[in-house]
């Protein structure tokens, strides 16, 4: 099993460009979890998708961020327009029934 | 009031000492309890769930109180593996689904 796949690993854009970070969770896994992680707030939940459906995205920052789960296969989160405080590292997360969470290795994203 | 509360350290201890870690959480309807291990720019992996009458795995001791909304992580015999940063993790169920909600994390650092 590849794991959590996250792309692309690091991400450097400028102020207002659009930002897509991708990820493929475990086959079989029927939870997809998009957190954002920084110094100052830690590791906060975004959104998840429980098979393929949008939960809960509470936590969603505003309305530049989206996040899309089209199949069972592939989650995507975009930024649009990005802003420098948007800089974190974005994990994935996917999960069997909300058990056995596997993160996978983040997303770092700079926006200068 | 953050959902989930842990003192940020830095704990910084010889090889050999115990330490250990404690952290709050203000929801009462969580309904499992986990402490996660985050090395330096990798992702967060599972390091042990936490029961009510508490429990141990090899050197790690996790315990939880219910009534005191607390839970402990102590480290015995520190190793200078052990260095990385613990994170409190609750996870809540509701009708919709569940997710895991971390806390900021505790900093160990274990020296030689």
């Known amino acids: 099993d590849a794991g959590v796949i996250q792309s692309p690993r690091h991400e450097v854009t400028e102020m207002g460009q659009e930002v897509t970070l991708r990820c493929k969770p475990i086959?079989?896994?029927?939870?997809l979890f998009w957190y954002r992680q920084t110094m100052m707030r830690g590791l906060e939940l975004l959104i998840y998708f429980n098979n393929n459906v949008p939960i809960d995205d509470s936590g969603m920052p505003e309305d530049r961020f989206s996040a899309k789960m089209p199949n069972a296969s592939f989650s995507t989160l975009k930024i649009q327009p990005s802003e420098p405080r948007d800089s974190a590292v974005y994990f994935c997360?996917?999960?069997?029934?909300?058990?056995?969470?596997?993160f996978g290795s983040g997303t770092r994203l700079t926006v200068v | 009031r953050k959902e989930v509360e842990q003192d940020p350290g830095p704990f910084n201890v010889p090889e050999g000492a115990t330490v250990a870690f404690n952290c709050t959480y203000s929801n009462s309807a969580s309904q499992s309890f986990f402490w996660y291990r985050q090395d330096c720019r990798k992702e967060p992996k599972l390091l042990m769930s936490v029961y009510s009458s508490g429990n141990e795995d090899g050197r790690f001791t996790a315990q939880l109180n219910r009534a005191s909304q607390y839970i402990s992580l102590l480290i015995r015999d520190s190793k200078l593996s052990d260095s990385a940063t613990y994170l409190c993790v609750v996870n809540m169920f509701n009708q919709a689904g569940t997710a895991l909600i971390f806390g900021k994390g505790t900093t160990l650092s274990v020296s030689s």
């Open positions: 086959s079989g896994h029927d939870y």
């Open positions: 997360a996917s999960s069997d029934r909300g058990y056995s969470y596997t």
